[in-house]
């Protein structure tokens, strides 16, 4: 069985700054050697382009390897998802989970090791060609790597997973050409839109691996939003070839002080949708919640948004998808943000766009941390 778990939520500074993580490990926190995973806002365009994320990448890559004792090619195989763009009052950040160290339960975190708490696991799947993205196979290496997260993470139920974060290849200019050379055809010649093919053809993977849904059909994948996950948060970039897979959920008798939970935004507005993933992980709430009611216990907020096809949230217009200067998904994270931020009361959430079967149309999938431990 594995052990608790420790969650810390780091601020960065500037691009490429890792201080904060150097700090939880100088500290005692964390052990460098004990980092499992990192997920992380960076303040690029959140485009193809945004080469923000393989700066903080490689920035937090190198403190694990300085403070540690793991190889770079070891500390390469961890999934540090980077999401970019922070629009409107979104916080560049980064949350780092760590296994720690001595026996699970009250002895080494001071909580009661038979209540479910927080556990995670991870894997990279098979390497996804270029031709894969869009379709089926990316589907099934999707729901296989899913599947090992799931049993790495010692969850034996898959309704008590409630959050997936995944990071996979998009195509470029480069990987076309790679396919076209194979004669290999692709989703789509558009490298913009291949992040949302990426994202959605993703979603459906873990929707798969989970047993959410059944394997879809190949004309249904970026067209059927009534199949999704509701616990899948999918990012796409330039950084890698293949899905880095991080699963989170609950198993009693790990130990720890935290626990997850999570609920679905039904739109853009939905603030009782974040407050149920908060409640869902264990905080008890009053029934008209405010920030202060958190009491510093929510460790973070993680959520996928997309702009309501319909371009109408609550019987209301919006000019989003047709707005030639911002393109709809910085609009969108930041109207998702600063939602997020006003029930957190702190803007450092992580707010990703692209949510095709990631929830329903116009809405998204949110999770929720909390510390539970006594006080």
Same mark, same amino acid.
């Given at each position: 069985m594995p052990g608790p778990i420790e969650v810390r939520k780091i601020p960065l500074q500037h691009v490429s700054d890792?201080? *904060?993580?150097? +700090?939880?490990?100088?500290?005692?926190?964390?052990?460098?050697?004990?980092?499992?995973a990192v997920i992380g806002k960076t303040e690029g365009n959140g485009g193809v382009n945004d080469y923000t994320r393989i700066l903080a990448d490689r920035a937090f890559r190198e403190v694990l390897v300085a403070r540690g004792t793991r190889t770079a090619k070891q500390v390469g195989q961890i999934p540090i998802v980077w999401s970019g763009g922070t629009d409107g009052v979104l916080c560049p950040h980064a949350t780092v989970f760590a296994t720690v160290a001595g026996a699970a339960g009250d002895a080494?975190?001071?909580?009661?090791c038979d209540q479910p708490r927080l556990s995670v696991?991870?894997?990279? $799947?098979?390497?996804?060609? /270029?031709?894969?993205?869009? =379709?089926? /196979?990316?589907?099934?290496?999707?729901?296989? *790597?899913? =599947? %090992?997260?799931?049993? +790495?993470?010692?969850?034996?139920? /898959?309704?008590?997973?409630?959050?997936?974060?995944?990071?996979?290849?998009?195509?470029?200019?480069?990987?076309?050409?790679?396919?076209?050379?194979?004669?290999? $055809? %692709?989703?789509?010649?558009?490298?913009?839109?291949?992040m949302d093919v990426s994202n959605?053809?993703?979603?459906? *993977?873990?929707? %798969?691996?989970?047993?959410e849904i059944q394997m879809p059909a190949a004309d249904?994948?970026? =067209?059927?939003?009534?199949?999704?996950?509701?616990?899948?948060s999918c990012s796409s970039g330039v950084e890698l070839d293949r899905a880095q897979i991080v699963v989170l959920g609950n198993?009693?008798?790990? *130990?720890?002080?935290?626990r997850i939970g999570h609920c679905v935004m039904r739109d853009a507005l939905d603030q009782d949708g974040i407050w149920l993933a908060i409640a869902s992980a264990g905080l008890p709430l009053p029934d008209r919640p405010r920030p202060a009611d958190l009491d510093n216990r929510l460790v973070n907020l993680f959520m996928k948004c997309e702009a309501d096809p319909t371009g109408v949230v609550r019987g209301r217009r919006n000019a989003m998808l047709d707005d030639s200067d911002v393109h709809w998904h910085r609009q969108i994270k930041a109207c998702v943000g600063g939602v997020a931020a006003a029930v957190s009361g702190d803007p450092a959430v992580f707010v990703s766009v692209s949510a095709v079967h990631q929830g329903p149309a116009g809405g998204g999938p949110v999770?929720?941390?909390?510390?539970?431990?006594e006080r």
């Amino acid at each position: 069985m594995p052990g608790p778990i420790e969650v810390r939520k780091i601020p960065l500074q500037h691009v490429s700054d890792a201080s *904060g993580l150097e +700090q939880l490990i100088t500290g005692g926190a964390i052990e460098a050697d004990r980092v499992i995973a990192v997920i992380g806002k960076t303040e690029g365009n959140g485009g193809v382009n945004d080469y923000t994320r393989i700066l903080a990448d490689r920035a937090f890559r190198e403190v694990l390897v300085a403070r540690g004792t793991r190889t770079a090619k070891q500390v390469g195989q961890i999934p540090i998802v980077w999401s970019g763009g922070t629009d409107g009052v979104l916080c560049p950040h980064a949350t780092v989970f760590a296994t720690v160290a001595g026996a699970a339960g009250d002895a080494a975190t001071g909580t009661h090791c038979d209540q479910p708490r927080l556990s995670v696991g991870v894997s990279m $799947s098979e390497r996804l060609l /270029p031709e894969d993205i869009g =379709r089926i /196979p990316m589907v099934e290496k999707v729901a296989a *790597g899913v =599947r %090992v997260a799931i049993r +790495q993470a010692g969850i034996t139920d /898959p309704r008590d997973v409630h959050y997936v974060q995944t990071k996979t290849p998009l195509l470029t200019t480069h990987t076309i050409a790679d396919a076209r050379r194979r004669g290999q $055809s %692709v989703f789509t010649e558009q490298t913009g839109e291949s992040m949302d093919v990426s994202n959605g053809t993703t979603a459906l *993977g873990v929707a %798969v691996g989970l047993g959410e849904i059944q394997m879809p059909a190949a004309d249904a994948i970026m =067209r059927d939003r009534g199949l999704f996950s509701e616990v899948a948060s999918c990012s796409s970039g330039v950084e890698l070839d293949r899905a880095q897979i991080v699963v989170l959920g609950n198993v009693a008798g790990i *130990g720890g002080r935290y626990r997850i939970g999570h609920c679905v935004m039904r739109d853009a507005l939905d603030q009782d949708g974040i407050w149920l993933a908060i409640a869902s992980a264990g905080l008890p709430l009053p029934d008209r919640p405010r920030p202060a009611d958190l009491d510093n216990r929510l460790v973070n907020l993680f959520m996928k948004c997309e702009a309501d096809p319909t371009g109408v949230v609550r019987g209301r217009r919006n000019a989003m998808l047709d707005d030639s200067d911002v393109h709809w998904h910085r609009q969108i994270k930041a109207c998702v943000g600063g939602v997020a931020a006003a029930v957190s009361g702190d803007p450092a959430v992580f707010v990703s766009v692209s949510a095709v079967h990631q929830g329903p149309a116009g809405g998204g999938p949110v999770a929720a941390i909390v510390d539970l431990s006594e006080r």
